[in-house]
């Protein structure tokens, strides 16, 4: 059953201080740093993510992941040609995949993947995207084509637009701006929490 909350993080230190709120699957999506920090990084979360039963799912970064015993990857389209699928099967560690277009999921699709991710649902202030949002229909289009395969919603989503984004049949919710911009981002994980599980 996949998390229906889904935090994405850019650094440790916000792992650590968001996880204990209630997080069950947090990803962390390190950027620019270099690879001794980034191995720092995901082993610490590793750990963290460990003593909260939480699901840690590293971005990019697989063979960190498989050097660090870390159950989970989450792979864009251009990682995917660089990545060892056979080594991560082969070592248990399953993968989400990055998709934008139809070319894309049924490309995701064919490596069986954990989860798909579709984004960006809203406009997003994240970073420059070549896709325009998705909107709720393109969610429910590919609710339809992923079949059993869980279908996490990312981009610009708040809690108010929860309900539509769930209706539509995503499975999880991945938010990353709109807690990395809240004043008080421990209450607004926690409010986040709250509203997924509503």
Known sequence: MM???????????QLELLVPHGVKLVQLRIKDQPE??????????????????????VNDYWQAALDLNCGFVHLGQEDMDNADFAALRKAGIRFGLSTHDEAELDRALSFDPAYVALGPVYPTLLKKMKWGPQGLENVKR?????????LVAIGGLTPERLPGV??????????????QLATDPEARTREWIAACRG
């Open 166 to 179: 769930f209706e539509a049949g995503a499975d999880s919710a991945a938010v990353v701006t709109d807690i």
């Open 36 to 57: 001794a920090e980034i191995r720092r990084q995901i082993a610490r979360a590793r750990d963290i993510c460990a003593v909260h039963k939480a699901q840690l799912v």
């Open 3 to 13: 998390e229906r909350f889904y935090l994405i993080v850019g650094h440790v230190a």
């Open 142 to 150: 590919w609710k339809g084509m992923v079949g059993k395969t869980p």
